[in-house]
Every structure is written in C-alpha cells, then in structure tokens.
C-alpha cells in the first residue's frame, strides 16, 4: 500500500480495517514511535490500513495563540517519518472553533465513525478529547461501543521514571541539555536550513563558517556552543556550532553558525541539517577577537573529544 496523505475529510476514501491512533507527534520521540509500530503492527495482522488522524493547525495556535509554541519537527519532517514508520495513511484534520466546541459523542460519530470508519484505535492512557477535552479514555471505549471500533489504551513511555513527552523534550533543548533530549527523542535533535553569507567574522578569525538562519516556529537550543555533526549533499561532517547573536562583534540577528572541523567546503545555497549532539559552553562577550580566537581553538578540541565520545550515536 502506497502512503498516502489526505488532508480534507471529504476526500478520505474506504480503505480495508483501519487502525488509527491520534495526536500532533511532534518531535516523532521514543513515545510517539512506540505507538506508530504498535498500530502498523495490529494493521498488518488485520490485513489493514495503519492510520495517522492528525491536526492543522496544532490546536494550541487556535485555543491559545497567545502562546509561542515552537515545534520539534517541520511539517515535511513529521510525514517522512510517519513514512518511514511504516504508516499507510495521515489524514490531517482542520482544527478549527468549531472542531473544538464538539463534544466527545459528536467527535466520535462524527469523525471516528462516520468518516474514518475506524475499526481500532490506539491512544495514550491520558488521552483527551471533545469539547474543553472533557472526553477520558472511558469516554472513548464508551463511543466505541456505541459506534463499533475498538479502543487501545496504551502506557507511556518512560525512561528512568521520567515520562517521554514533547514537552518535556522542548524544555531540554530550550534549555541547552541537548544530550539529555537525545535520549527521550531516540535521536541527535537537528535544525535544517539553507547556508547563507554571513559577515565573515569567523573568517577572520580563522575559524570560517557556514551561517544559517533560526527558522521560524522551531524549538532552538539556547546561545551558546556546541559539538555538532553537519549534514550536507549526503555527506556527514563534524562540526562545532554556535547559537547567538555574536556581543564580542555587537549583538545582531540570532544566527546558527557552523564550523566544519578541518574541512574547507563552500555551502553558501545549499541545504544542511545541523544536528547539535552536545553543550559545550554558553555564549560570552570576550574583550577582544583575539581572546575570542583562543577561546574558539579551545571549544574546537572540546568538540573533537565529544564527537568521539558520541561516535556509536544515541542508544
């Protein structure tokens, strides 16, 4: 079966015994992909159609805008990976005013019944839904019964008693502790974008770099520097990288900026994920370029040793 992504309830057609699960997966953590294969695997029993519901926007823009949610994942990002999960199909479902003021009964008639047809669903223990997300998971096992589908509860995840949480990662990285967030996403966190000019500070200090601009509504790992490995054109490097706005020069724009450890490449126009594997410092005013020179040869050999220490990747 080929993957498919509809993105409007009208267009959804009959497809064989779905088994879906729901929510936004941001982030596609240890959580999140535990889910995803317990749901491919019940499909692929069934002889179904392992499905994805989903939202757009994520309800938060529309029920709180105020907030200033960041995102772990582009939205291309979050559908290769449902991809490469083994999903069939992700239906996005407009998430409106009028979407959130249905009530549960309605929202499982409605969406889950009537035009899905689910026949299993698949949802964390502390799912929420319906209007003000009054709806439990009994509530959902309830409407099952009413509309013949058959609800999962599924435990959490967790490591060392931790929950494994979109949240919780977003906080880690915001804060820097980007190994830590590694752990609870099963992955190196990265950031992609395209190589633009910079003002070429770091080349006159010896150390040239490759600038990349904060995308927006990304989760970004707090100023600083960091051990890093770059991705560009199918080949991997490492790289040291810095998050900031440069005070030793005057503050400007916030920019990524990497380093590739002894490599000389031009990139400007092309395409690099940066994947930030470990905090090295946080960012300084240094009095002078020199001092900030001596200081960079430093993080260099730091990023080296970490690198190496982090060569088999996240376990």
């Known amino acids: 079966m080929s993957f498919t992504v509809t993105r409007n309830l009208s267009d959804v057609r009959p497809r064989p015994h779905p088994v879906a699960t729901i929510g936004n997966f941001d982030g596609h953590h240890r959580g999140h992909r535990t889910l995803l294969q317990t ?8 002889q179904g159609t392992a499905l994805v519901l989903t939202f757009h926007p994520h309800p938060v823009k529309v029920l709180a805008p105020h907030v200033d949610l960041r995102f772990l994942t582009s939205p291309e990002e979050k559908l290769a990976r449902f991809e490469a999960a083994g999903i069939d199909e992700v239906v996005f479902l407009e998430f409106t005013p009028e979407l959130a003021a249905m009530t549960g009964d309605q929202f499982a008639k409605t969406v889950l019944h009537d035009r ?25 096992a ?53 190589v633009i000019a910079g003002r070429q500070q770091g080349q006159s200090l010896g150390w040239p770099t490759a ?13 600083g520097v960091y051990a890093a490995r770059a991705h560009c054109e199918g080949k991997t490097y490492d790289a ?32 690099m994920l940066v994947e930030f594997v470990d905090r090295l410092r946080g960012d300084h005013t240094f009095a002078s370029a020199d001092e900030l020179a001596a200081q960079i040869a430093k993080d260099v050999q730091r990023a080296k040793d970490s690198l190496r220490r982090h060569a088999g990747g996240v376990q």
């Open 240 to 271: 040291i990288a810095y998050i900031g706005t440069r005070p030793t020069f005057g503050s400007g724009e916030r920019l990524i900026e990497v380093n590739l450890l002894d490599q000389q490449q031009d990139l400007y126009g092309k395409e």
């Open 142 to 194: 309830r409407f099952g019964t009413m509309y013949g589908f058959t609800v999962h509860p599924v435990r959490p995840v967790t490591i060392n008693g931790d929950v494994v949480s979109s949240t919780r990662i977003r906080n880690l990285i915001h804060g820097g502790h980007v190994e830590e967030a590694a752990t609870f996403l099963g992955r190196t966190y990265g950031i992609s974008g395209t």
């Open 39 to 46: 749901v491919v695997e019940t499909a692929r029993k069934s």
């Open 116 to 140: 899905l047809k689910i026949a299993e669903i698949f949802v964390g223990e502390h799912f929420a839904f319906g209007k003000g997300r009054a709806g439990r998971i009994a509530d959902l």
């Open 211 to 223: 600038n990349l601009q904060i995308p927006p509504q990304r989760v970004i790992p707090a100023d």
